[in-house]
């Protein structure tokens, strides 16, 4: 089972709750809490694309710029040791720390 969903450029989790019966999630690497349920994959669906659009046409009554996830930028926690080898590297080769760990993340995924 694929623990992920997308709609409209918004990637929502897919989790069960036993004690509930229930299927719910939440939209993920946005600040704004946007959640969603359903008794089925069906109605989980459908609640999640209802929340997603419900989510958009707020921010556009407001004349607010929804959230996209993923803008490019995240803060990353290393130990000190390997900060200093990425350095390094990356002054060894005139590269940018970021460029580094983009080539990497390339690499890896």
Partial sequence: MNNTISYKGYNGSVEFSEA???????????KSLISYEGKDAKELLYDFHEAVDSY?????????????????????RISPELH??????????????????????????
């Fill in 56 to 76: 958009l046409k707020v921010c556009d009554s407001k004349g607010v710029e929804p959230e996209k996830a993923y803008k490019g930028s995240f803060n990353v």
């Fill in 20 to 30: 509930d019966g229930v299927f719910y999630g939440k939209v993920q690497g946005i």
């Fill in 84 to 109: 200093q080898k990425a350095a390094l590297y990356a002054i060894r080769r005139n590269m940018s720390l970021n460029k580094v760990v983009e080539e990497s993340l390339k690499k890896m995924l």
